[in-house]
């Protein structure tokens, strides 16, 4: 049973244009949510999260914006770079961010073409 | 500040052997949780580990075991290894709550069974 799905395995965008990641999940009890990327050879490194009494949050050319009654979420990188070019994977938790225990995706490799 | 170091970086076995993963926590991190993560996956959550017990599991059988250690570093132990134990096993630090979500990812150990 998958709870956090991404659908797309990869996403080519140009260089300077908008990379949009997509995320879906199934858990209504999940309230906590975050993005990781992940170079080869390397841990995933966080990039930013969201809790679910907002639905909005920025940091940088990083956007996530959250969707409850879809139960979705989004990643929005603007703009695109080359070094942003790696895997992302969104995760959900339960009870306010607290728990540790995190529920990932498959995750979604997106190549920023110079 | 060391990040979350991991050891072995590559490890070979047989089916049937046993095998000791282990980690070190970033810098006043007091929480430790193990991910497995197959190839063309995202990191699934095996246990979570602080004050020197086990805290939380994931769907995990029990041939798979933790400790961790007064200095907050942790073991991850599997027994009667299969073959579909081969994976990436990724170690994650974490602060005390409110911040336990927000985890710090080692390099991973890249476990082959033969």
């Known amino acids: 049973d998958q709870q956090v799905k991404q659908n797309s395995p990869s996403l080519s965008v140009q260089e300077g244009r908008i990379s949009i990641l997509n995320c879906d999940y199934t858990n209504s009890m999940f309230d906590y949510f975050l993005w990781y990327k992940k170079y080869p050879a390397e841990g995933p490194t966080f990039l930013i999260s969201i809790s679910s009494i907002k639905d909005k949050n920025e940091d940088g050319r990083f956007t996530v914006f959250l969707n409850k009654s879809a139960k979705h979420l989004s990643l929005h990188i603007v703009p695109s770079q080359p070094g942003d070019s790696a895997v992302y994977f969104c995760?959900?938790?339960?009870?306010?961010?607290?728990?540790?225990?995190?529920?990932f995706g498959q995750g979604t490799t997106l190549q920023v073409k110079p | 500040d060391a990040g979350v170091t991991q050891s072995p970086t590559h490890l070979i076995k047989t089916r049937g052997q046993q095998v000791t993963l282990r980690c070190s926590p970033k810098?006043?991190?007091?929480?430790v949780s193990w991910y497995q993560q197959a190839l063309g996956q995202g990191p699934q959550f095996i246990f979570q580990?602080?004050?020197?017990?086990?805290?939380q599991r994931g769907n995990f059988p029990d041939r798979f075991s933790g400790h961790q250690f007064p200095n907050y570093s942790s073991e991850l132990n599997v027994n009667a290894l299969l073959l579909g134990d081969s994976a990436l096993y990724l170690c994650?630090?974490?602060?005390?709550?409110?911040?336990?979500?927000?985890?710090?990812f080692g390099p991973g150990t890249r476990l082959t069974v033969t």
């Open positions: 810098s006043g991190h007091d929480t």
């Open positions: 995760a959900a938790s339960k009870w306010g961010g607290n728990t540790g225990k995190l529920i």
């Open positions: 580990y602080y004050e020197e017990e086990e805290r």
């Open positions: 994650a630090s974490s602060s005390p709550p409110p911040r336990r979500n927000e985890q710090y």
